[in-house]
């Protein structure tokens, strides 16, 4: 009874997650329906909620961003946009924060998450997987030997972690892809990458473990 159990979990959880999922983002994105006026939403013109509409309008509305920022009028008119922000205080600091780290990972010249890299932690005994990300000039200027900054995420919510400044000859870089590294840490190992994508270095450095 209980394999049978197991197995029937096995079939409707990842089922179920990704219905929950589907359902809150396009719940969500929904929302954009109530940028149009009264007499324009589809429920009133149809005379039924068809969910994805929302979708359908909040893609089309960040193309059409994209298309106007891509001009000179469009440029102009978001420096406008964007020094009004600066100029209220709370404002300021949550949006330039903001405006950093999106910049970073959605810039097409980001450095965010360059490579995947083993580093010992949390002792050094224990390795982790942790991804290479930017390091300040400042910082780089301070520190004697070669390093590099790793981004440490947790298991499962990779969006949670810790940022450390390592060593580069303590480091081992992977050759596996971002997202083949972020699948093994959500899963917890569940999902893993296969062996004969790792360096032959990686495996010497586990033999000396």
């Known amino acids: 009874m209980k394999k049978y159990l197991l197995t029937g979990l096995l079939v409707w959880v990842p089922l179920g997650i990704t ?5 809150l983002t396009i719940s969500t994105l929904d929302q954009s329906l109530l940028l149009l006026p009264g007499n324009w939403h589809p429920d009133k013109l149809l005379g039924v909620h068809i969910p994805g509409l929302g979708v359908i309008l909040t893609v089309v ?15 102009r008119l978001l420096r406008y946009w964007e020094s009004l922000l600066h100029r209220i ?4 600091s949550i949006y330039h924060g903001v405006k950093q780290v999106s910049d970073t990972l959605l810039s097409s010249n980001g450095q965010a998450f360059r490579k995947v890299l083993l580093v010992r932690y949390p002792h ?10 930017s390091i300040p000039g400042e910082v780089v200027q301070q520190l004697k030997d070669e390093y ?6 947790t298991a499962p919510s990779p969006v949670n972690g810790f940022y450390f400044y390592v060593r580069k000859a303590d480091v081992i870089e992977l050759n596996i892809s971002v997202d083949v590294a972020l699948k093994s840490i959500v899963s917890m190992g569940v999902v893993a990458p296969p062996a004969n994508v790792l360096p032959a270095s990686t495996l010497t450095s586990f033999s000396d473990l």
């Open 89 to 92: 205080p709370v404002v300021n």
């Open 19 to 23: 219905v929950w999922i589907l359902n």
């Open 61 to 75: 509305i960040v193309i059409g961003t994209g298309l106007l920022v891509r001009n000179v009028l469009g440029q």
């Open 148 to 153: 590099v900054a790793v981004f440490i995420p």
């Open 124 to 133: 050094p005994a224990a390795w982790s997987l942790a991804f290479q990300t």
